[in-house]
């Protein structure tokens, strides 16, 4: 059994509990949290699920990361904190761990990351011995190993288009979907998610590692946003009231060029209530949904809806991440200390878990 910690109970984090306690290689050893009104509550509560598992939350890093813990769920944000992410990163590869984690954008295709992000972890490999896989599901495996898997159903290829198509009302962060994401700020507010340049940091990795699938090489990387008012004022379950005039829908692709034209795209999708841009592309039903449309012979297109936590899309989307990462954990264990990547590491079945409550 692989001594797993999680680092984090957040929405990641609560999944990442319930995946390392139902995956029969992994043991769950310890729950680090930073919030002090977590300290000491059983992992089991923290999840959400209705048995406890033994396994009492604690803030002290050092002396979990001194246990030699085998392997290390990351579920703390590195969205506004890459720096600190980093750093707590580090520290555990260089405690011997396995990391795998959902937190560093830049990381996600790390042949081609910053040097300010690789060449740390680089550093921590070689001082530690651990190994870093970083992953997702948009970015992620909607849009690197779900696409790659279903090109090759084709017999041409014209173009591979992903899509996130989202009610950003369901997602359980406020503050990101209202400062990063600008969802009921004036039209003249410019959210960071959309400034020039963050979505190719953002995504950029998961053309270049569809392309570098493909066998093709880029001539660019395009950004294309187009944004929506509300024409009515909506009230949402979860976040409130959203004013008409105010932002209500988002579109954006991130576009790799091949030979001119823009053969490899991520596009999003993204409102606040379904009224807002009824014309763009919709889900089968108005939460949300991960999409794959291969255009050629034959066209195929690949509906993806998860459901988690009361049937709740974002949820669903945040545990099939956490599916794919910590379903890694006994591949890369038995790999060569490294960094990885979504091609590098296989997407397998579910051994063992069949039927395992």
């Not at 990361?65 to 990163?89: H, K, M, N, W």
């Not at 060449?119 to 779900?146: H, R, Y």
């Not at 959210?191 to 270049?208: D, E, F, H, N």
């Not at 910590?326 to 060569?336: C, H, P, R």
């Amino acid at each position: 059994m692989i001594s797993t910690v999680v680092w984090g109970t957040g929405n990641v984090g609560r999944a990442a509990i319930r995946a390392v306690e139902a995956h029969p290689a992994l043991k769950l050893a310890a729950v680090l949290v930073h919030n002090p009104g977590k300290v000491g509550r059983d992992a089991g509560e923290l999840a959400g699920l209705d048995h406890g598992l033994g396994v009492a939350a604690t803030d002290d890093v050092d002396g979990v990361l001194a246990g030699s813990p085998g392997a290390v769920v990351y579920a703390a944000t590195g969205d506004i904190r890459p720096d600190e992410a980093l750093a707590d990163i580090g520290r555990a590869i260089r405690a011997g761990a396995v990391v795998v984690t959902p937190a560093l954008y830049p990381l996600y295709d790390q042949r081609n990351a910053p040097p300010e992000f690789r060449d740390p972890m680089l550093a921590a490999v070689a001082e530690g011995g651990g190994s870093l896989f970083v992953s997702g599901v948009d970015p992620g495996w909607g849009n690197d190993v779900l696409p790659l898997l279903i090109s090759g159903l084709g017999t041409t290829v014209d173009a591979v288009r992903c899509q996130e198509i989202f009610d950003y009302s369901t997602y359980d962060q406020e503050d990101s979907v209202r400062q990063l994401i600008g969802m009921g700020h004036p039209m003249d507010y410019e959210p960071l998610m959309l400034a020039p340049s963050v979505p190719t940091m953002v995504w950029g990795g998961q053309i270049r590692l569809m392309a570098r699938a493909l066998g093709v090489q880029l001539d660019e990387i395009r950004e294309a946003t187009d944004r929506r008012a509300l024409t009515d004022t909506v009230r949402t379950r979860t976040m409130g009231e959203f004013e008409a005039g105010t932002q209500g829908a988002v579109r954006f692709e991130v576009q790799g060029i091949v030979g001119g034209e823009p053969r490899i795209v991520i596009e999003h999708v993204t409102r606040i209530h379904p009224s807002c841009a009824p014309d763009w592309p919709m889900p089968p039903d108005s939460d949300g949904a991960h999409r794959v449309i291969i255009e050629g012979r034959p066209r195929i297109q690949v509906t993806v809806e998860a459901t988690d936590e009361g049937e709740n899309r974002s949820a669903g989307g945040n545990a099939t991440a956490v599916g794919r990462l910590v379903g890694a954990i006994d591949w890369l264990v038995d790999a060569e200390p490294g960094l990885y990547d979504a091609l590098d590491v296989p997407l397998r079945p579910a051994v063992g878990r069949l039927g395992r409550k």
